[in-house]
């Protein structure tokens, strides 16, 4: 019997190595970059066999940190410190703008200093008084609470980054960790560090976001946390019910293109005929819409504010109903349902209750109309498709029979849906959607100067601001305090003088924020203070710090479909 020879088990020496592909035109002047734990030359052929490639290997080395430590390091650490270095970078595989010298050099002082970037001297820098008293608040709270929590709501191009930095250096905090949510924002508080930190100031900025994000998200995906996908160049990071959504939406309207019957018909008469009855005349955007909406079975109708889009639906409808077909109208919002309604003259209902909520026994939302119980209409029209997120457009489009014909009407350059997805935007970049823009403003909106800026400012031009005698009034003032005292005078005084508006059914105040003087908490006690004070008549419920009064203007943010309300004397 031929013997057994025992071979004893040899320690693996990880290896970086660095090859070009002189025959390859587009990585001239670009050097591949990689790790192996097995023999570098069968790496290397593995890499470059399959496709036949001439290669050219430049360099190879240990991939053990040159301090003694022993430690181990991976391309993707090598990767992160060349891209700190700003050299240009295809993340997708692994190819370096540099070439092999060069590489090797980085490489070399890699192995020495750890990844630690030699930096240019930091600029000296002068916090701005309210930078300077957020550190000055939150070190001082530091000091009576050590380990306590302290929240900066600060507004975009506060100069956060830095002034975090300078509150760290204040209280000498030893070790920092800053946890971001994306790695852009991780990039910006490096970019900051070396401006204005620099290894001088004793700190040294150590970052795993490549290796960690990377790391983290391939064990997501392993475990059918999120979904993945490839489109082009682009790669996709989907929550798994976000892309079977997406998904479904996109089969479920294709199919609904491909099998409907596609034809040409003259709709020029029926046309005609509406513009005659209403005493109106459309412009030739307008006919065509109105053609697309009675020809195809999956129809877009958008435009900005003043271009005609009721009046467009408007003779569809009269279209429709005069072909006796069952149309359902419907919108995202409660609001939006009734002025639907308001304006077309035909009962609208909010998504929600046109697809009949329902609740499961865990208490989840669900909808009775489905695949199998679906909308007993030959039309559906939804209104305000940019507040539509791509959960409940799916639903939606669920319920709608394949045989039924769908019109979608908004504005895509409004602000997208609160949920995500961006679907009425996307579905027009699609160009596999039939749609068309209105965008001729008629004479009654371009009066209004709020009309005529929106257009201006999603043209990228400025708006009108100095125009005193219209429905558009900017008023410049910096102080939130300035700022919550104009709203107040605005509120109840100024606009219900001028204009004979109502404090409280006629005007809305927006805001951008929840906190400060002019955030939503502050001014809903002084609006309230000042439009609904305090009376013997009036009861009053204290919830936490807020107190509601009989007579506040409150804002419902949940619906209860099983909840009677009487509005104007109407249930």
């Known amino acids: 019997m031929a013997g057994i020879t025992l071979r004893t088990a040899r320690q693996v020496v990880p290896m970086i190595y660095a090859y070009t592909t002189p025959e390859i035109a587009r990585h001239n002047g670009w050097t591949k970059i990689g790790y192996t734990e097995q023999s570098v030359d069968k790496r290397l052929k593995q890499q470059t066999h399959t496709a036949d490639v001439l290669f050219h290997e430049e ?6 940190y040159d301090d003694g430590s022993g430690e181990v390091f991976t391309d993707h650490d090598f990767h992160a410190y060349l891209r700190k270095l700003n050299v240009e970078n295809d993340r997708k595989n692994e190819w370096f703008h540099l070439d092999g010298q060069q590489s090797r050099r980085y490489f070399q002082d890699f192995r020495m200093n750890r990844g630690r970037v030699q930096l240019d001297a930091a600029i000296a820098y002068t916090l701005r008084e309210e930078q300077a008293r ?49 790695p852009a924002i991780a990039n910006s508080w490096y970019s900051d560090y070396v401006r204005f930190l620099g290894r001088e100031s004793g700190y040294l900025f150590v970052s795993h976001v490549d290796r960690q994000f990377e790391s983290c998200l391939d064990d997501c995906e392993e475990k059918d946390w999120v979904v993945r996908i490839t489109l082009g160049k682009r790669e996709f990071v989907y929550l798994p019910e976000y892309y079977l959504a997406e998904t479904y939406i996109a089969k479920k309207l294709a199919f609904m293109l491909r099998t409907s019957a596609q034809y040409e018909k003259d709709y020029s008469d029926e046309i005609r005929g509406v513009e005659f009855s209403e005493n109106i005349q459309y412009e030739d955007l307008q006919r065509a819409a109105i053609s697309a909406c009675l020809t195809g079975s999956v129809f877009i109708l958008t435009g900005g504010p003043g271009t005609g889009k009721t009046t467009t639906l408007n003779g569809v409808i009269k279209i429709l109903k005069a072909q006796k077909k069952r149309i359902l109208l419907c919108a995202p919002t409660g609001r939006a349902a009734k002025r639907m309604s308001d304006l077309t003259g035909e009962p609208a209902r909010t998504i929600h209750r046109l697809l009949e909520v329902d609740f499961t026994a865990k208490g989840e939302l669900k909808f009775k109309r489905n695949e199998t119980n679906p909308l007993p209409a030959d039309v559906v029209i939804a209104d305000e498709m940019s507040m539509v997120d791509a ?90 305090s300035d700022i919550a005292e104009l709203v107040i005078q605005l509120a109840k005084q100024r606009l219900p003088d001028t204009y004979g508006f109502s404090p409280i059914d006629d005007i809305q105040v927006l805001c951008p924020t929840k906190m400060g003087m ?14 609904n004070p305090p009376s013997q008549n ?14 506040d203007k409150v804002m419902q943010t949940k619906n209860d479909y099983d909840v009677l309300w009487t509005k104007n004397k109407q249930n």
Not at 518 to 531: M, R
């Open 134 to 182: 957020a550190v000055h608040d939150t070190k001082s709270y530091y000091q009576r609470h050590p380990g306590g929590e302290y929240l900066w709501n600060a507004k975009p191009r506060f100069g956060k980054t830095l002034s975090v930095y300078d509150f760290c250096k204040q209280v000498d905090a030893q070790t920092v960790l800053i946890v971001t949510n994306r």
């Open 538 to 551: 009036k009861a009053e419920l204290k919830f936490f710090d807020v107190i509601f009064r009989t007579g």
């Open 518 to 531: 002019a955030g939503t908490k502050e001014l809903n006690k002084q609006l309230q203070s000042a439009l």
């Open 59 to 64: 360099w190879r080395g240990n991939a053990v």
């Open 391 to 480: 959960l409940l457009m799916c639903s939606l489009v669920r319920a709608i029979k394949p045989t039924s014909k769908f019109i979608m009407v908004g504005d895509s350059n409004q602000l997208p849906s609160v949920g995500a997805g961006n679907v009425l935007k996307d579905l027009i970049a699609s160009h596999y959607i039939p749609s068309v823009e209105l965008k001729e403003i008629f004479r009654q909106a371009a009066q209004s100067l709020i009309v005529t800026n929106a257009h201006r400012i999603v043209n990228g031009e400025f708006p009108v601001l100095d125009d005193r005698q219209n429905d558009f009034f900017f008023m410049n003032k910096s102080l939130e």
